[in-house]
């Protein structure tokens, strides 16, 4: 079946740095890719739509200049999160729509910013 | 508004029984697709059954079942012989098609315990 690859899955940064969070689909090519995030014993909120080789659909309310979504090739996506500060620290997690309209998840990435 | 409901934040089932989780949506679209995702505690989401709106029958997998009652707009999820290792965040998820792109729009999740 499609598998995504999430990496790292956690994340320990200082306050102010940078923060880069890769998604691979394995076996099939991604067109898309969603980046979500969720707070605990939350829901998911997705935050962006990533599109290969252009730029990506931001959710209303998410800075565009804060998570940097790059899709430059079929099979990866990244998300950086610039800057980062304490309250950016939540579980990121990604997902690529495959075959058949279904939808496959990254195992998610646990980001602390201390 | 495209919207999912869950209106159960906890269910507490015995091992070996089963238990329905329930899953409410809205949306105007006459296309649209239905999923289930279990998360562990580990955080991965762990896709468990999908039913489109056009689908005739009530989608099975396995001890997962989806009840589809398309004129209520519910598709309550059934999982039957319930095991300790059910126990886990689940959330229903509808497809939705805004602004001439697809993405999914989650409820806020039901956590399910499984007792002994």
């Known amino acids: 079946g499609a598998v995504v690859s999430q990496h790292p899955s956690r994340v320990i940064c200082k306050s102010g740095t940078s923060v880069k969070i890769e998604c691979r689909s394995l076996d099939f090519q991604a067109t898309t890719m969603f980046w979500y995030r969720q707070f605990p014993k939350k829901s998911l909120m997705l935050m962006a739509t990533s599109n290969e080789g252009s730029k990506a659909t931001y959710e209303q309310g998410v800075e565009k200049d804060k998570f940097l979504i790059n899709h430059a090739s079929l099979t990866l996506s990244t998300l950086t999160v610039t800057s980062a500060h304490p309250e950016d620290s939540s579980f990121y997690i990604c997902?690529?729509?495959?075959?058949?309209?279904?939808?496959?998840f990254g195992s998610g990435t646990r980001l602390t910013v201390v | 508004a495209q919207k999912i409901t869950q209106t159960q934040p906890g269910m507490f089932v015995q091992e070996k029984e089963a238990v329905t989780l329930d899953c409410t949506y809205d949306?105007?679209?006459?296309?649209?697709?239905l999923f289930w995702y279990k998360q562990p505690s580990s955080g991965e989401m762990i896709f468990l059954i999908y039913?489109?709106?056009?689908?005739?029958q009530n989608a099975t997998e396995g001890r997962y079942s989806l009840n589809f009652q398309k004129a209520r707009k519910s598709a309550n999820l059934v999982i039957s012989a319930s095991q300790l290792g059910d126990s886990a965040m689940y959330f229903c998820a509808m497809r939705v098609t805004q602004g001439g792109s697809e993405k999914l729009v989650f409820g806020k999740g039901t956590k399910l315990t499984v007792n002994p």
């Open positions: 039913q489109g709106s056009y689908d005739q």
């Open positions: 949306t105007s679209d006459p296309s649209y697709g």
């Open positions: 997902s690529a729509r495959a075959q058949a309209r279904t939808y496959t």
